[in-house]
């Protein structure tokens, strides 16, 4: 293992002229490797800001420290390169990251990003995990792309999380581990916005500890939201009045489920939804619409194992409440159609508690 010092400013990476093997030296030395420490500091020229611009070569390294002191930009963009990184990386607010950013260490690994957005080429996730590390965030992560994990184990630490879309994925040899925490997991995007993928009998594994998921995409176009039929704390389908259907995909279960007014929460017919907590938003003209996603025909459940479940301004289809829990859908909510064998009363209530 080494360390490599970038010098002389804007450059491109592979030209070996900005490597040096201390703060400041003279350049010449080989490009990093995955084993080799690289390092921006208050030496490496960008005084007056600057671009570090990814060309190929290789781009791997082990630990990545950027304490400049300045604001410079590492665009990985203009030639669609990722940044491969086999141990820590710690940037530094300021600075523009505009680049792929793949894990694939086996080690224990710290990723700090001081609040820097890491930015996507389109059609790439903005961060991947490969590796079979663990990968712990210590302090808020925020992407403009997809968070993809397919290997290892990725600990959110409490921090909070805001991607496009988050994808993890379980194949032959690929067994991810997801450590949630207690933050909140946003979603901004649409189209597969969660999406748990197992293929071939592997298992992705959920922790959910006390985090809240929260899907905020407010344009017109669906989410969706394939949940394998794991455990969850909170999901919170927050994306406003006229926007797109939220689909939910397998049989989950949550401590809570909140559906903000306005919202069409479509669930796959046949599945069940096992709730601690039931939170729609609705209110007067702005209702909570629970329907299933293939239309007239087959049902989706709800079920909670006991106690009451109170609600009101819902307008329900093609559902049924089950579990033994005593369901309240209020007085000003309504029952459109195919609500068979729903034990809904009509009795007034407006929060759920």
Not at 290 to 311: A, H, M, R, Y
Request: hydrophobic letters at 35%.
């Amino acid at each position: 293992m080494a360390s490599r010092y970038w010098i002389g400013g804007t450059g491109s990476w592979s030209n070996t002229a900005h490597w040096s093997v201390s703060s400041g030296g003279a350049g010449g030395v080989a490009i990093p490797t995955s084993s080799d420490d690289v390092f921006i500091d208050s030496s490496s020229g960008f005084g007056s800001g600057g671009t570090i611009t990814l060309d190929g070569g290789g781009t791997g390294f082990h630990d990545f420290t950027s304490i400049s002191g300045h604001t410079y930009t590492i665009d990985g963009i203009t030639n669609t390169i990722a940044l491969d990184c086999y141990g820590d990386l710690t940037l530094e607010a300021g600075i523009t990251f505009n680049t792929i950013l793949t894990f694939g260490s086996e080690e224990i690994c710290n990723i700090t990003t001081a609040g820097v957005v890491i930015q996507t080429i389109v059609g790439y996730p903005s961060i991947s995990f490969n590796g079979g590390g663990t990968y712990v965030i210590q302090d808020n992560l925020e992407l403009t792309g997809q968070f993809y994990l397919e290997s290892g184990t990725f600990d959110a630490n409490n921090h909070n999380i805001t991607a496009d879309n988050f994808y993890f994925f379980a194949d032959t040899g690929l067994t991810p581990t997801v450590v949630m925490g207690s933050g909140i997991w946003e979603v901004t995007g649409c189209g597969d916005a969660w999406k748990v993928s197992e293929n071939n009998g592997e298992v992705v594994t959920i922790t959910p500890e006390t985090s809240t998921i929260k899907l905020t995409d407010t344009t017109v176009e669906n989410k969706t939201f394939t949940g394998a039929g794991k455990t969850y704390n909170n999901l919170w389908i927050n994306v406003g009045s006229g926007s797109g259907d939220v689909l939910i995909y397998g049989s989950n279960t949550f401590n809570d489920l909140k559906i903000d007014a306005n919202v069409y929460a479509r669930f796959s017919g046949g599945t069940t939804q096992t709730l601690n907590t039931f939170s729609p938003q609705g209110y007067a003209d702005n209702l909570v619409i629970l329907d299933n996603i293939e239309g007239l025909g087959i049902q989706f459940n709800l079920s909670k194992t006991s106690g009451i479940v109170s609600c009101d301004h819902l307008d329900i289809s093609n559902s049924n409440a089950i579990g033994g829990a005593t369901w309240y859908a209020g007085t000003h909510s309504v029952d459109t159609t195919n609500r068979l064998s729903y034990p809904f009363n009509s009795s007034r209530f407006f929060s759920i508690f």
